[in-house]
């Protein structure tokens, strides 16, 4: 069985984070270690949040860890809270990474052309290092463009999201996907750069009229997965777009659907389908 670890906080309720990348990653049949960095509440885009730092219990785990020769098959980093995580996370990466395990950063900072509360412009340029380190990057058109210095545009064209993908190549990850990536008004997916053999794949769904937060955490985890179940990069792409749209559709079809995050339990079942299991 692969075994991955996932580097993000707790938020209690929320829907995002490690209660969506756990029970995701699980029930797509690998192993899921986790480093929780944080506990809070709720999430951010809640009021009045509570929030406990954990950065201090970091480097005692890993270097227990690594006392038990405990290794993974691919570390998978998200929201993450403060510039000294990012410098822990990024010694994580050199004291676990092999020739053969993944690293992803998710880098969860922003969305809709505005960071997050808790971040301002320094944090983003300090997450474009770490995504300097890693093997994939799954950045929103809003993170790319404030770790590459583009403009954030509403509306673009193609050429437009191939310069970010070649910037974000520049930060010196070896595959770059950018998320909520469409061309038409209706349209939406992901488009993603390949160092390796400098190619860009494309991959869209119909828009749906409605969203969520903690969809990011939802593609960023299934693509983990996927990956783990030894899908192809633009299959597992495939996989975890077509589950964020159906996650987004079911929970669009429930009358007293909650605005913080969606309904991902009730369309595992169609995730397994995917993955023909
Ligand atoms: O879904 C991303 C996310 C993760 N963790 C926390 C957040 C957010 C988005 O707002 O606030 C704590």
Known sequence: ???????????????????????????????????????????????????????????????????????????????????????????????????????????VMADNGKLYPAFDEAFAKKMATLCGKADIILPNITEASFMTGMEYKEKYDEAYAKEMLLKLADLGAKICIL???????????????????????????KKLPASYHGTGDIFASTLTGAIMNGLSLQDASKVAADFTAECIRITMEDEKGCWYGVNFELAIPYLLKLLGK
Not at 36 to 50: I, Q
Not at 179 to 186: K, M
Request: include cysteine; charge should be negative.
């Open 179 to 205: 998320t909520g990536v469409g061309f038409t008004e209706d349209t939406t997916g992901v488009m993603g750069y390949d160092t390796t053999t400098k190619e860009f794949f494309h991959y869209t769904n």
């Open 1 to 107: 069985m692969k075994r991955i670890v996932t580097v993000q906080d707790i938020s209690c309720v929320g829907k995002c984070s490690l209660t969506v990348a756990l029970p995701i990653i699980s029930a797509m049949g690998v192993e899921t270690a986790i480093i929780p960095t944080a506990v809070l509440s709720t999430h951010t885009m809640f009021k009045n949040f509570t929030f406990k730092d954990l950065t201090d219990e970091i480097n005692p785990i890993t270097n227990h860890w690594k006392n038990e020769n405990i290794g993974f098959d691919a570390i998978y980093t998200g929201y993450l809270g403060s510039f000294e995580q990012i410098d822990i996370v990024a010694n994580m990466f050199d004291d676990f990474k092999t020739d053969s395990n993944l690293t992803i950063v998710d880098p």
